[in-house]
């Protein structure tokens, strides 16, 4: 259809007054809306921007209650497009007030001439698509409507202030504020008394400034919050002369780190540091003021793990403490319901020792709730409390709020997008959804947005989808639109996303908790600013994977699928090792790839503390072989697990996977005894099977003196060593001996054949590569010798054999044989559990200090030995806060009659 003939039948279909025709209406009138004004215009596009305030400045125009300012360093919350405008201002704070920003937005109004194509004071009431025209339709409460082909909503992740719960607030004779909707006109606050509801950021920021002009200020506080000092002056020098000695370097840090700002990431975890280091890194942190510093740079566990992250918590309460001095007003003031940076944190000028002034009252509301507003005050269940003034300072209904205050948003074939996120926002991305052609949400749910500098997560947003219409616009394309299964993926993704970071712990507007009726969920995307603009860049570079686009002159494409199979931690672990750039790992030979394995290994931690770590020898078939002991700190004896390293038969040793060995010392409450079996290719076949089955016997026998309970052993391997526990089983079901209480496979080589599905999908990519597997198996074992059961014990007598739990990765080359075996072996009758690691792949459960994903994993692991050694399920450690992934449950396969 041609663009007269649309905008005919637009016409036609509004009722009255003129529809105003345009390529794309953007909503909101912000940093995202006039960044996309400016874009969408030099791009060509017809456009127009409905706001309805007005004036620009979104947040900032709305925000202006006492103490507003960003709480990211103004250096980083700016815009970055144009280094002329970069140039063409100066920020006087570090962190600049509501006033100055406001200043700024309109500065940049002005500088692009943006006011011209702004509608101000228009609210898009409702959005309808038209399948017929291809066009949305924008009805508003002043003027005409709008038709454009795109409908960008910039409206905001912090604009739709959330009202009141409380009843009464009409009967109230006195003032009532809104931090969200400050009067623009000066409100006068001295000598009343004034109560303030709520002590999130808005609170938090303005509660000390009130309380110096208040007769008396009463702080009506649900739930408290980590509030660290701003600091706030100059600039920081160093944050400063960083900028500009290499400002494009610096912002293209800032585009790629986790928050939107280069920080580095930190790879110390809480556990290697003495309390004086952490303590030490806590008060310059401290002292630093800034909250994406203090959010990231004490250790790497602080926010992935609920131990790391109570050490940090702990050091914040004694600051509170020692601020306040009346000890019950600091106990109430002191955050114990969520880990430190699960709930936004807030950055203060004075705020705890506001408390401490004679005019201020804090009511802490988990005590006595506000019961109602009256005309004269606020009563709580105990108490009344008059007051002259109530400042509301009580939040958005976030992320969501402004998008479903146009209602209806009308889709593809008269579907709703409020019934369609009924049960929590579902995007693809954080900008589209499925069903809702050509629209696009700046920063929606499903994207960094919140936790985020959001200066950069709106340009990125921005540029991305300008750069999508014009890239439409060349290839004769006029719908986008995104399909159902990208979507389904990317809320997996988020999901597993999730996993990661301590969010999901705490109910707060990131989750929807802070509004009644909400759908509950992690709204933001807590992948981090970079691997987000990595995956959206990857959207495409592989053909709009995940988005059908159709065009009147051009056949329809749709590359159909899922951005992110693999979890979070998993991509970002094999983009590193892809940035190495490594040649394939069989070229170094066999002692080349053994240093440069024992040179990767030493760079990382060991793992956690155990009560005791001990080197040992022990007879091997052939001479001693070397062992290391873990021992857990709870008192023992401990059942005893028999391990067994990876490394392809030919590459590692007994302390090559000390951090698994640990770590499943520590979950399991067992000794693990790592064996040190001889390689190849100086010892090939049978060598490492007879050892390991040696190294069963021994151990068995002398399970005593070990410090280990006497009886049956369990074993354990992963990867080649999966491989030789499960021949121990075997031969020592063959050789009558010793008794085996259970076989932990991880990964484990079960076969010579290399034509199941796996060794092809995951034949390259995944570290563990299809040609190093062959080399593995030519070191190890000639070909005459395969199929004999000491090395494809798939292929060996499986009646009888220990109970099983088999662990295979869904990215992994051995995938297929380990599933093989599992079903071999219950089809033997042995009780086997398997555990179908989703978006793992083979060195996902022994990395543990970096694939944090593999901890549920690991946790199933333990409980399945404990199961094995008839011990009860327990033996909770901290990142037990990371709930078992659903989707990863085991899977128990029946056991074969008879
Ligand atoms: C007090 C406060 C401090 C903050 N400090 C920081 C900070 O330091 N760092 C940071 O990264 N982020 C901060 N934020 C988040 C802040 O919202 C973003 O940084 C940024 O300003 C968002 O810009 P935006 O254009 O996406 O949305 P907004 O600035 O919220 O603009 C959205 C605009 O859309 C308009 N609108 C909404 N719905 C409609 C409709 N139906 N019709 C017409 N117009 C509509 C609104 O009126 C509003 O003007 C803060 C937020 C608040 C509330």
Redesign the pocket.
């Known amino acids: 259809m041609s663009d007269a003939m649309v905008a005919a039948s637009a016409s036609e279909a509004t009722s009255g007054g003129t529809t105003q025709q345009v390529d794309v209406a953007v909503?909101?009138?912000?940093?995202?809306?006039?960044y996309l004004l400016h874009r969408l215009r030099r791009a060509g596009f017809t456009t127009v921007t409905?706001?309805?305030?007005d004036d620009?400045?979104?947040?900032?125009?709305?925000?202006r209650?006492p103490g507003?300012?960003?709480?990211?360093q103004t250096i980083d919350?700016t815009y970055t497009f144009d280094p002329e405008l970069e140039s063409g201002w100066k920020w006087s704070e570090k962190?600049a007030t509501?006033p100055e920003i406001l200043r700024y937005l309109g500065f940049v109004a002005d500088r692009y001439d943006l006011r011209r194509d702004i509608r101000f004071r228009?609210?898009?009431?409702a959005a309808t698509w038209s399948q017929a025209v291809e066009r949305w339709m924008l009805k508003?409460d002043n003027g005409p409507a709008v038709s454009c082909r795109y409908y960008i909503?910039?409206?905001?992740?912090?604009?739709?202030p959330k009202p009141p719960e409380i009843d009464g607030v009409k009967d109230f004779k006195g003032e009532i504020y809104f931090?969200?909707r400050w009067p623009h006109e000066e409100v006068k606050l001295a000598g009343k008394r004034i109560a303030v509801i709520g002590t999130g950021?808005?609170g938090i920021?303005s509660i000390p400034l009130i309380a110096e002009q208040a007769a008396h200020l009463t702080v009506f506080q649900r739930t408290p919050n980590f509030a660290l000092p701003a600091h706030n002056g100059p600039a920081p020098v160093d944050r400063v002369t960083l900028l500009e000695n290499d400002r494009v370097s610096y912002r293209e840090q800032a585009r790629m780190s986790l928050a939107?700002v280069p920080w580095p990431q930190q790879m110390a975890v809480s556990w290697q540091l003495s309390d004086a280091e952490r303590r030490e890194r806590f008060e310059k942190a401290w002292a630093a003021g800034d909250l994406v510093y203090i959010l990231t740079q004490l250790w790497a566990d602080q926010a992935v793990d609920v131990d790391g992250n109570a050490l940090l918590a702990e050091l914040f309460r004694e600051k509170i403490r020692a601020t306040v001095k009346d000890p019950e007003t600091a106990e109430a003031l002191i955050p114990y319901d969520h880990p430190f940076g699960a709930k936004r944190p807030c950055l203060d000028t004075n705020y705890y020792a506001t408390y401490n002034r004679p005019n201020v009252t804090l009511v802490n509301l988990r005590q006595e709730p506000i019961k109602s507003i009256t005309a004269s005050g606020i009563n709580t269940e105990t108490r009344a409390f008059d007051a002259d003034v109530i400042v509301f300072a009580t939040g958005?209904d976030a992320m969501t709020g402004?998008?479903m205050?146009?209602h209806p948003i009308t889709g593809r074939g008269g579907k709703s997008l409020s019934d369609v996120w009924a049960n929590g926002p579902q995007t693809y991305l954080g900008l589209t959804v499925a069903g809702f052609p050509n629209l696009f949400m700046?920063?929606g749910p499903g994207s960094p947005s919140?936790l985020?500098?959001?200066?950069?997560?709106?340009e990125q947003h921005v540029d991305w989808v300008v750069d999508r219409l014009i890239a439409m616009r060349e290839a004769g394309f006029t719908t986008i639109e995104a399909t159902e299964m990208a979507q389904a993926g990317w809320a997996r993704h988020m999901a597993d996303c999730s996993m990661l970071t301590l969010h999901r712990l705490a109910n707060t507007w990131y989750t929807g908790a802070n509004v009644p009726g909400k759908a509950q969920g992690v709204m933001p995307y807590t992948g981090g600013v970079g691997p987000y603009r990595s995956i959206c860049n990857e959207v495409v570079g592989r053909g709009m994977l995940g988005f059908k686009l159709t065009g009147p002159n051009v056949a329809e494409q749709c590359n159909d699928g899922e951005i992110v199979r693999l979890q979070p931690d998993v991509r970002l672990v094999l983009n590193m090792l892809a940035d190495l750039k490594l040649p394939p790992l069989e070229s170094f030979g066999s002692q080349g790839l053994r240093d440069f394995v024992a040179q990767f290994n030493a760079s990382r931690p060991a793992g956690r503390p155990v009560g005791e770590v001990l080197d040992g020898t022990l007879p091997g078939p052939d001479g001693p072989l070397p062992y290391r002991l873990y021992r857990p700190a709870t008192p023992g004896p401990h059942p005893i697990v028999v391990y067994f390293h990876g490394g392809g038969w030919v590459l590692g040793d007994e302390q090559a996977d000390e951090p698994f060995c640990r770590d499943m010392s520590r979950r399991t409450g067992m000794i693990f005894v790592s064996v040190g079996y001889r390689h190849a290719p100086e010892h090939r076949f049978p060598a490492a099977a007879e050892d390991a089955y040696a190294a069963t016997r021994w151990i068995a026998d002398h399970a005593g003196e070990l410090g280990g309970q006497p009886g049956p052993v369990l074993v354990a391997g992963w990867s080649a060593g999966g491989n030789v526990a499960a021949v121990a089983c075997q031969l020592a079901q063959d050789r009558g001996g010793p008794q085996i209480a259970g076989q932990l496979l991880v990964c484990p080589v079960t076969d010579c054949r290399f034509d199941r599905s796996s060794y092809n999908d995951n034949a390259a990519g995944y570290f563990l590569t299809r040609s190093l597997m062959y080399w593995f198996w030519d070191l190890y074992c000639s070909p005459a010798d395969r199929t004999d059961p000491r090395v494809s014990p798939l292929r060996g007598k499986l009646t009888g054999l220990p109970p099983a739990f088999v662990v295979t990765c869904e990215f992994d080359p051995l995938r297929d044989e380990g599933i093989a075996y599992a079903e071999a072996l219950a089809a033997a009758g042995v009780p086997v559990e398997q555990l179908q690691a989703r978006g793992h792949f083979h060195s996902s459960f022994t990395m543990v200090d970096v694939v944090i994903t593999g901890v549920s994993g690991r946790v199933q692991m333990a409980q399945a030995l404990r199961r094995f050694a008839g011990l009860p399920p327990e033996r909770k450690q901290g990142d037990e806060g990371v709930r078992p992934d659903r989707t990863a449950a085991p899977r128990e396969i029946s056991v074969a009659a008879g």
Do not use: H, P
């Open positions: 909503v909101g009138a912000g940093f995202a809306g006039l409905l706001e309805e305030a620009v400045g979104g947040t900032w125009y709305w925000n209650y507003a300012r960003c709480d990211i919350y962190y509501q228009t609210k898009v009431t508003t909503m910039a409206t905001g992740c912090l604009s739709a931090t969200g950021s808005s920021q939107g958005f402004a998008i205050a146009v700046i920063t919140v985020s500098n959001m200066a950069v997560s709106i």
